[in-house]
């Protein structure tokens, strides 16, 4: 491959992936089964990202494993309905052709494992979603680093990722005990957790004795990799890896998670824009936004970002008629913090210690966080309280 006898965009992708393993110290390369690819919308993409795909797509690039998107920045069907303009809708669906032509499949997706990209205890793969890597080495037991967009498509191109990091089993040990004094309550306590365990100890590999709902684990694996860098985490009797009981230890008290909390809200006692699912929505997120509009009717714009086959599925139950009918809208293939909304909005209402991060930081939001239930609340009334 890196002598260029399969192709430009082989030999490309080749290189791109032996400069990343001289980088780490990998001695090998090792074979992925799946792969997800970030940097897919074109509000982070530019028309220099949009070139790049366009081009290995021209130059008969195919991806030889199977290989899932991350969110784009829009709802791929829905978009005008968001506000999206029709310039960056163009933009966006070349993007999406770009990856189609070269076999990619277009999920649109942070929660990939939720809808049919889910690798097993021990599978090598080649993920870039930061929140999806945690979920897929902590909870799932594959094995993967946090790529890069280009690195994730480049494992797509060739099947290979470089073998260093969390694809090695003597790195993957647990390094800090995280002993929680507090009863966490609902989601954004957990996103609190990793937001407070994230900024003490970094990249490092926590240890926690606690064991959440799926729901409060993306929340978790999503906030404690956005505030500390690591791309593991050990839950006891959850995380299927062996791993001993690190004589390090970080002790979490309702002090912290009030302290993170505070750190994640800023002045404002009124919201214009609510938006929950980052990571994207489940099914029963879903409902329960469905029974909490019930008869009830938004006054500010409210987003459900999931993946499309999730919002398929809240159809047939109903769920999705009942959120619509109160004005509140579905944002498939797309979330709050990837969606061109700078200006659009000042002040985000959500669930998620990730998104305030993103929100903040990419369409410049002042921030809420609570529960599903207090964002509700924002959305029918505008207040925060
Ligand atoms: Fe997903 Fe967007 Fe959050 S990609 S993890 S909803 S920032």
Request: proline share 4%; charged share 20%; aromatic share 8%.
């Amino acid at each position: 491959m890196v002598n260029g006898e399969e192709g430009y965009a082989v030999l490309k992708s080749m290189q791109i992936l032996v400069a990343l393993g001289e980088i780490f110290g990998a001695e090998k390369m090792t074979p992925v089964s799946s792969v997800q690819v970030a940097g897919v919308s074109y509000y982070n993409l530019g028309n220099a990202g949009l070139d790049y795909l366009e081009n290995l797509a021209a130059q008969g690039a195919r991806a030889r494993v199977k290989t899932t998107l991350n969110p784009a920045g829009m709802d791929l069907e829905n978009w005008r309905e968001l506000g999206i303009d029709e310039g960056f809708a163009a933009k966006q669906i070349d993007v999406i052709k770009a990856f189609t032509r070269m076999g990619v499949t277009a999920s649109c997706t942070c929660t990939p494992y939720l809808v049919g990209n889910t690798p097993t205890l021990g599978e090598h793969v080649a993920w870039s979603e930061s929140s999806a890597v945690t979920y897929a080495n902590s909870v799932l037991g594959a094995m993967t680093n946090r790529e890069g967009g280009p690195s994730a498509l480049a494992a797509a191109l060739t099947g290979r990722t470089p073998c260093y990091g969390m694809h090695i089993e003597a790195n993957r040990a647990a390094q800090v005990t995280v002993k929680v004094e507090t009863k966490l309550r609902d989601v954004p306590d957990f996103g609190a957790l990793g937001y407070a365990v994230g900024k003490r100890i970094g990249p490092k590999i926590p240890l926690f004795e606690t064991i959440p709902r799926v729901e409060q684990l993306k929340s978790l694996g999503a906030s404690i990799a956005t505030y500390g860098g690591t791309a593991l985490f050990h839950i006891r009797d959850i995380t299927p890896n062996q791993t001993s009981t690190p004589s390090e230890t970080l002790v979490v008290t309702r002090r912290e998670i009030d302290g993170a909390f505070d750190a994640l809200n800023d002045e404002a006692s009124e919201v214009d824009f609510v938006a929950l699912g980052c990571p994207h929505c489940t099914l029963d997120e879903i409902k329960k936004i469905a029974s909490l509009l019930e008869g009830r009717k938004t006054t500010r714009e409210f987003w459900i970002c999931t993946a499309r086959q999730t919002m398929q599925l809240a159809e047939k139950q109903g769920y999705a008629q009942t959120i619509r009918e109160a004005g509140a809208k579905f944002a498939c293939d797309t979330c709050m913090a990837v969606s061109p909304l700078k200006g659009r909005f000042k002040v985000l209402a959500t669930d998620s210690a990730k998104a305030c991060y993103y929100g903040r930081g990419t369409n410049d939001f002042r921030t809420k966080i609570g529960s599903i239930e207090e964002c509700v609340e924002a959305a029918v009334t505008g207040k925060w309280s």
